[in-house]
């Protein structure tokens, strides 16, 4: 079964640090967007494709309302059969209330995702976030009472200011709220972004630090039973994001709205990063980035972002026969580091091997 995201390229107020694609735009642009979504997914129609998450992601999705949140989940039903499906909507905490919350849930919504970044108010200043931690908090309890029973949160590390203490004084207050998934990103510098710049650039966590910030979450989190399951994410038993997994696992999903990107019948492709075009086109472009991705390659680089790791025998079946040679011995040279185990069959990343794993991957597919 294949997952199908949604963007929605809106913000309030772009955020220094961000270069997703995303612009403020009035009502009138956002119901004509909702309109051209709406349209682009009725070309699936009666081809009988069976997927079973969908995933509002931006920008912010919830700057549309409950209606209009509910018109795009309506034409994703009547084009694709859906089962059990989970529903995630992103959610910037200041543009929610408890009226809203519950329109998305009536709207078939089942999984919310807040975009909390901080319990530090100069933290998220800094961030240019237009929410303190007392209305993402809040946004959060509504959303339980409401209720949501799968709720996300993102952190931040490396901002300007932070310490050690005051991440794991973030963290634990996060796990203290009625959540059941956390999202842990490390701060990265943008090329072309207004935090792109000297004074910025020197005032962030540098790398040292930046990697025990990382692996006091991963412990913090692990202890408060948030357990990890990829490089950034962390969840409670049967809390993991099911769309997300479907990115890691190589399952296929179709992405629509300007900047989404697909994976479907093989082929990887993309939207151009164009509202205006979007809606203004009948049917959305889509340039194939890849015919035929290879699939081995791709196993390794994305198994290996989750603790669940990757398998040699699955390598094997795949046709990567000629890899196996390179990668058992790597592991071996990389284990003695502690930053890869080898269970049987398996080879996963350690939290320490997650900090270098685009060099660890590299030299694992170095033949
Ligand atoms: S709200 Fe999110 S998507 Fe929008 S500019 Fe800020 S970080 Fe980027």
């Known amino acids: 079964m294949i997952g199908i995201y949604i963007h929605i390229p809106f913000c309030r107020r772009k955020c220094p640090y961000c270069d997703f694609y995303s612009v403020c735009a009035d009502g009138k642009t956002i119901g004509e967007y909702v309109k051209a979504l709406c349209r682009n997914i009725m070309f699936y129609k009666g081809r009988g494709i069976k997927a079973d998450t969908v995933y509002f992601g931006g920008g912010t999705p919830s700057l549309l309302s ?6 795009v989940i309506g034409a994703v039903s009547e084009c ?9 909507l992103e959610a910037n905490p200041c543009t929610v209330d408890k009226q809203k919350l519950e ?21 998220l200043k800094f961030l240019g976030r237009l929410h303190d931690f007392e209305t993402a908090k809040r946004a959060v309890c509504t959303a339980a009472e409401t209720g949501f029973e799968n709720i ?49 650039k020197d005032s962030v966590a540098d790398e040292d630090l930046l990697c025990d910030m990382y692996l006091q979450t991963v412990a913090q989190l692990n202890d408060r039973g948030f357990m990890q399951y990829e490089i950034s994410n962390f969840a409670k038993p049967g809390g ?10 190589g399952e296929e999903y179709i992405g629509f709205g300007a900047a989404a990107h697909s994976f479907f019948e093989g082929k990887r492709f993309c ?23 290879d699939r081995v390659e791709e196993y390794i680089m994305l198994g290996l972002r989750l603790t669940e790791g990757i398998s040699l025998e699955k390598i094997k079946a795949m046709g990567g026969e000629k890899l196996i040679g390179n990668i ?24 320490a ?11 694992m597919l170095d033949v």
């Open 328 to 351: 058992r011995r790597k592991a071996e040279l990389f284990g003695k580091s502690g930053l890869c185990s080898f269970d049987g069959d398996r080879l996963r990343l350690t939290p």
């Open 103 to 123: 329109g998305y849930r009536s709207a078939g919504v089942n999984r919310i995702s807040f975009g909390v970044q901080s319990a530090e108010d100069e933290e």
């Open 152 to 200: 996300s949160c993102d952190i931040m590390l490396g901002l300007k200011g932070q310490t050690l203490e005051g991440l794991y004084s973030t963290a634990d207050k996060l796990c203290s709220l009625p959540i059941n998934h956390i999202s842990a990103y490390m701060l990265k510098i943008e090329e072309g972004t207004p935090f792109d710049c000297d004074e910025v």
């Open 80 to 88: 694709f059969s859906l089962s059990s499906p989970e529903i995630t």
């Open 66 to 71: 409950a209606a209009q949140i509910g018109r």
């Open 271 to 293: 939207c151009p990063a164009d509202m205006k075009a979007f809606i203004a086109d009948e049917r959305q472009e889509k340039l194939v980035l890849e015919e035929a991705p």
């Open 353 to 363: 091997g997650f900090l270098a794993s685009n060099a660890i991957i590299a030299e």
């Open 240 to 249: 993991e994001s099911r769309h997300n997994l479907k990115y890691w696992h």
